[in-house]
C-alpha cells in the first residue's frame, strides 16, 4: 500500500477510538478517498487518503 494511504488513526495516542472526522471525499476516478480527522483527546489533526472501500464511521453498510 502507498504510504500516503492509511486507515486514520490518532497518531499521537495510537488508537482511533477518539476520532472525530471533519470532512471525507469519496474516491473519484485514479484519486483515493479522502479523510481529515482531529483526536478528541490530545486534539491532534490529520488528513491523508485512505484505503479503498473505507467509510468513516457511521457511513458502512
Known sequence: MDPAVQIPVCHQC???DFLIFESFT?????TPAMANYTCSV??????HFVPAGWLPPGQGK
Open 14 to 16: 495510537g488508537v482511533d
Open 26 to 30: 469519496p474516491a473519484a476516478g485514479d
Open 42 to 47: 490530545c486534539e491532534s489533526f490529520a488528513g
